[in-house]
């Protein structure tokens, strides 16, 4: 961050940029759990029902609310800590922000 400051990046495209980078993070993370996850808890649930169930399948279930919760509280901790890594870094200056990250 201190070299592409040193280089011409303001505040505010600095700001824009640790956002935006990490809703991407986030973004992809839930697009994993998506992809991933929700096709391993599927197998899991029907394996576990087997077995606990003497072979009867209990229908998987989506929990919609507890996703929801995952997704808002994955999406505001990302904005929060990208937030705060920029007020933090404004209280740097510029050769000590190049200086931590040689």
Do not use: D
């Not at 070299?3 to 993370?29: D, P, W």
């Not at 649930?45 to 998987?60: D, L, N, Q, R, T």
């Not at 509280?73 to 209280?91: A, D, N, Y």
Request: charge should be positive.
């Amino acid at each position: 961050m201190g070299i592409l400051r040193s280089i011409g990046l303001t505040g505010k495209q600095l700001c824009r940029m640790n956002i935006v980078e990490g809703m991407c993070y986030a973004f992809f993370a839930v697009l994993a759990v998506f992809i991933v996850g929700v096709p391993v808890s599927v197998v899991i649930c029907m394996e576990v029902s087997k077995k606990s169930f003497a072979g009867k399948i209990v229908p998987y279930q989506f929990p919609f609310l507890e996703m929801g919760l995952f997704i808002l509280v994955l999406f505001g901790m990302e904005l929060i800590l990208s937030v705060w890594t920029v007020r933090r870094q404004k209280k740097q200056s510029l050769a000590e922000q190049i200086h931590f990250n040689i």
